[in-house]
């Protein structure tokens, strides 16, 4: 029997951590994987944007660094801190107290109370994550091969089983992508009730479970249809020279503010000595409160038209007056050499209750959830450390299923050579 084909639906971390755990399997053939990600690259969440404007310029909009609590995902952390893609980044964050006062959070080093928390280097952005993991860990930079079949700009828009069992997938322009034997969805968007509110019509998965009669994938999808998630709406803003190095200067990576309306964290990233990107994260109440607006440059505006407004930056950039009475910045951070261009994240972080660990992989239709929505049992839902946890356990669940360590299979399948067959 040929290898199991298994499709993954989404290339951010939960995705691609999936592939860095299977990757002794994947190295080996026992089964072929095809990730199809509708952006440009790997990432969702915690991806590098870039522009064709300031070639040098790579903008972590998302995720700009993360912390690590599991054993597990330090390990996985401390291997890509060998291979120089991760660093870990201690005494970088702070917060902004209402009253004025600047905290950092190195203070708190010597009670050993500051999270162990890695980034990539920003000269790379936090992208190489992902490009590094679906190369089993190896650096992209140093020309390794995605151990996937990665298929970009893809969007998934139809899944269906076939009378012979099978997954079949199509794009949402309708062109065929090809036969599955498991789909793996790395992210709520088929199978949530908000794909009805942004394109219409009933979700994918949904339609698709409705004439499979399975009651455990009929399970799962009424948990994630319960599923929450919060909006943050991004500010992003690159500076140069003088202006570089006065943001270069703030005592943190990473700040939080507390009691302001509009914004909620700023993130400093250091590129070269005279190029800083800064990137304002709002508060959700205000990306709620401006949830109709999209960036100018966003696909959303450039594709469908979508609303953008001017006045929306302009509060975000407006609201950093607060930093100045404590910073004392140079007046001339307000001339970005880039920017101020929005990114708006409708779905920035999910909210508890997340989807069951027990939902979140349903044999019986050979089909799996992953990403930072899935409750792994380590409180560590909506953050890239959940992502990957899930992903791994989803690795966990196929190699079982599939057998290919020699385990025993579970749920209704039998398997063989890395091919389940329903019984
Ligand atoms: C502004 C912001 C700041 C954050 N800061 C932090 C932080 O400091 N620390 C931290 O740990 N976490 C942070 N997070 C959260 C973290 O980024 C996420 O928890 C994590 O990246 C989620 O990864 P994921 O793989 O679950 O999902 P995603 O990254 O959302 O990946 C899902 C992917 O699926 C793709 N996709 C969806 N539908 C389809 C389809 N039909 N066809 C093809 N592709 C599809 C999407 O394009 C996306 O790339 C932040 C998030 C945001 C938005």
Redesign the pocket.
């Known amino acids: 029997m040929p290898p199991a084909r298994v499709a993954v ?7 691609c951590s999936l592939v860095y755990a299977m990757r002794k399997h994947l190295e080996a053939r026992q089964l072929s994987l095809t990730l ?4 440009r690259g790997l ?5 590098t944007r870039r522009t064709r404007e300031v070639p040098k310029l790579r903008v972590d909009h ?6 690590v609590r599991s054993a597990r995902f330090a390990d996985v952390c401390e291997s890509l801190m060998v291979s120089q893609i991760l660093t870990r980044c201690v005494g970088a964050y702070g917060t902004l107290r209402t009253t004025g006062e600047f905290v950092a959070e190195a203070s708190g080093l010597a009670s050993g109370v500051v999270p162990v928390r890695y980034t990539c280097s920003d000269s790379r952005g936090m992208g190489a994550l992902c490009d590094a993991l679906v190369r089993g860990g190896s650096d992209p930079a140093m020309g390794a091969p995605a151990l996937v079949d990665a298929v970009f700009n ?4 139809a899944v269906r089983r076939t009378p012979e069992g099978v997954w079949s997938l199509s794009s949402s322009t309708g062109e065929a992508l090809g036969e599955f034997d498991w789909i793996v969805i ?2 709520t ?2 199978g949530h009730p908000r794909w009805s509110v942004t394109f219409g019509g009933e979700p994918p998965l949904v339609l698709a479970a409705r004439g499979l009669a399975d009651q455990a994938l009929d399970a799962s999808l009424a948990q994630l249809a319960q599923l929450a998630s919060r909006p ?1 709406t ?1 500010c992003l803003m690159a500076f140069e020279g003088p202006a570089a190095a006065a943001w270069a200067r703030m005592p943190f990576m ?1 700040l939080k503010v507390e009691g302001d309306a509009t914004l909620s964290h700023v993130s400093v990233q250091r590129l070269e000595p005279a190029l800083t990107v800064v990137v304002l ?1 709002s508060t959700h109440a205000f990306a709620t409160e401006s949830e109709a607006v999209y960036g100018a440059t966003s696909a959303a505006a450039r594709l469908a038209g979508a609303k953008t407004d001017a006045l929306v930056e302009a509060r975000l950039v407006a609201s950093l007056a607060r930093l100045t009475n404590t910073f004392g910045m140079a007046a001339n951070f307000r001339s970005p050499l880039w920017g101020p261009h929005l990114h708006r ?1 409708g779905a ?2 999910p909210t508890a209750p997340l989807l069951p660990r027990m939902h979140a992989f349903v044999p019986s239709a050979r089909v799996g959830f992953c ?3 899935v409750d792994t049992g380590d409180g560590r839902g ?6 990957a946890l899930s992903g791994m356990q989803m690795a966990d669940a196929l190699v079982e299923a599939l057998r290919l360590d020699g385990s025993a299979a579970s749920g209704a399948d039998r398997c063989d050579g890395g091919k389940c067959v329903v019984l």
């Open positions: 639906i989404g290339g951010g971390v939960a995705s199809f990600e509708m952006g990432g969702g969440r915690a991806a998302g995720a700009p660094a993360f912390e893809t969007m998934v828009g790395g992210s968007a088929i943050v991004a990473k994260h994240w920035a972080f990403g930072d929505f909506g953050s890239v450390e959940g992502a």
